[in-house]
Structures are given as structure tokens and as C-alpha cells.
């Protein structure tokens, strides 16, 4: 018969890890993972609490040049908004404050689709090739 000791979680008292000089990266490694979830957390926050803005009679408001939480605040949040990147890189939006809308369609004053409006978008600090 075998006698191999099968450790349990009493064999080891909480400060073990301290004493074997086993450094403890749970500070840094919580600070990397809950950074960017605060910051999203954060950017969703500022979105929501704008409150649901509606366009105006159902047209389409004149977004062009803006910021894109400015423009999802214009359309208001229950507006079906497909975005394109204005590069032609195929890039995906994750934070909607790093990027403003170059192009919109429809047009300012149109009526409002019944399907999804299309905002042509780059990051804030490229331009839309218009000079903006």
C-alpha cells in the first residue's frame, strides 16, 4: 500500500504562500482585468444616463461631423444605427466616444427609415477626408 499524502486545503495555512516567498499578484492582476471593465462600465453609464433621446418627428438629424455619442443621443438609443468604418478597414466600434460620424444616411431633415441608418465613422482624432 501507498502512503503518498493527498494535500487538502488545511495543509495549507493562508499566510503559506508569504512564507514559501511566493509573491502575490492578485492586486495586479485585478487592477488589469477591472480597469477596462470600470471603463466600459463608466462609457455605458454616460450613454444611459443622457436618457432615451428621440429624433424629432421622425426625421433624420444632422449628425455628420460629431461625436458618435452625440449622434446615438440625437437618434435616440432604440434607433436601429448600422456603422461603417470611414477607413475601409472593417474595424468594430467598442468605444463610442473614440469615434465620430463623417457621413449619414439618409440625409439631414429625411424622414427616418424602416431600416437601419448608416453613419460612416472614424476614430476622433483621424480625418474623414473632407477636411474634418
Same mark, same amino acid.
Given at each position: 500500500m501507498n502512503n503518498t499524502?493527498?494535500?487538502n486545503a488545511t495543509d495549507n495555512p493562508p499566510n503559506s504562500r508569504t512564507q514559501a516567498n511566493i509573491?502575490?499578484?492578485t492586486g495586479s492582476v485585478l487592477r488589469t482585468l477591472l480597469t477596462p471593465l470600470a471603463t466600459a462600465t463608466?462609457?455605458?453609464a454616460t450613454l444611459a444616463a443622457a436618457g432615451p433621446a428621440h429624433a424629432d418627428g421622425g426625421t433624420m438629424p444632422h449628425v455628420s461631423g460629431k461625436?458618435?455619442?452625440t449622434?446615438?443621443?440625437a437618434l435616440g438609443y %432604440?434607433?436601429?444605427v448600422q456603422l461603417? %468604418?470611414?477607413r475601409g478597414a472593417r474595424r468594430h466600434v467598442l468605444w463610442p466616444s473614440n469615434w465620430k460620424v463623417c457621413d449619414q444616411h439618409p440625409r439631414p431633415g429625411s424622414p427616418l427609415p424602416p431600416r437601419a441608418i448608416i453613419l460612416t465613422v472614424v476614430k476622433t482624432h483621424e480625418s474623414c477626408g473632407d477636411g474634418r
Open positions: 499524502h493527498i494535500p509573491p502575490r499578484r463608466l462609457t455605458l461625436g458618435l455619442v449622434a446615438y443621443q %432604440d434607433t436601429a461603417r %468604418d470611414g
